[in-house]
């Protein structure tokens, strides 16, 4: 089995060896559709590193209106957790490109750490964010990803002392989530690059794990300027934005298009 940290350290390695910062986009599983999905993961594999796939869950804390409401969208049309494991699955065995989830405490408990952890590995998962677990009760379910290969990436705030910051980033694995700004995800306000070349800077010396930011990456403009200065980009509401209202073949050559985008100014 090789560790999900190995294959993370893999394609941060490889998008550094090609002189720019890896690209992970965050979609929401079954947002419109199933099918939608599978078909924007595929559009979308060859340009990007790395794709977060969203669970959808009805009482998210991370997520800004524009994910909420991809979240509604989904539950509405029936995903679950087992679905969501279905498209990753499906993916991966269509060679897709690597799939990191993301979902809540609340979901995985209800499933069982140990039995959500084995159905992430078999679908081929290289792990999941789990943005309201605090670092203090990591524990409680990490045992089960590392047993299974599988990593948790870790997220500093902007508000996280700097101490407090160096233990995340020692505890993340396969690399630590910059969050670019206080609040939800949302493509409405342009990140404050200079806040963010700061935070990297700072974080740098603590860890040599790579470096992603995330919340508020909207444009290639965006991407370039924190590409510039991190390991990775993650773009999420933008994302979203690009395929809303689209469905099937439609709405997988928008994503692709727009993706293209962001990997040019890469």
């Not at 087992?82 to 690597?98: E, K, Q, T």
């Not at 160096?166 to 690059?193: E, K």
């Not at 980009?233 to 994503?255: L, M, Y």
């Amino acid at each position: 089995m090789i560790a999900a940290a190995d294959r993370l350290a893999a394609i941060f390695a490889t998008a550094k060896a090609e002189g720019r910062a890896a690209l992970i986009v965050y979609l929401v599983a079954g947002d419109p559709d199933a099918a939608t999905t599978a078909a924007v993961i595929d559009a979308i594999s060859p340009d990007v590193d790395l794709i977060e796939l969203g669970i959808p869950y009805g009482d998210p804390l991370a997520d800004g209106p524009t994910i909420a409401a991809a979240g509604q969208r989904a539950l509405e049309n029936g995903m679950t957790l087992d679905g969501a494991l279905a498209i990753a699955s499906d993916a991966h065995a269509r060679g897709s490109a690597p799939i990191l989830f993301f979902t809540y405490v609340n979901p995985i408990v209800q499933y069982g750490a140990a039995r959500f952890a084995a159905a992430a590995r078999a679908a081929g998962a290289v792990g999941a964010i789990v943005p309201d677990v605090p670092l203090e009760e990591l524990d409680a379910f990490a045992p089960a990803f590392r047993a299974e290969g599988l990593s948790i990436p870790l997220l500093v705030a902007p508000t996280t002392p700097p101490e407090r910051a160096r233990r995340i980033a020692d505890a993340s694995g396969g690399f630590v989530y910059i969050v670019s700004r206080l609040g939800v995800t949302s493509a409405r306000r342009d990140p404050d690059i200079p806040w963010i070349r700061a935070a990297v800077e700072r974080l740098r010396p603590q860890t040599d794990r790579p470096l992603a930011v995330g919340f508020g990456v909207s444009t290639p403009a965006h991407a370039a300027a924190i590409g510039a200065v991190a390991d990775g980009v993650i773009v999420g509401s933008a994302f979203i934005d690009a395929t809303a209202g689209k469905r099937g073949a439609e709405a997988a050559a928008a994503a692709a298009a727009y993706v293209q985008s962001l990997r040019a100014a890469l």
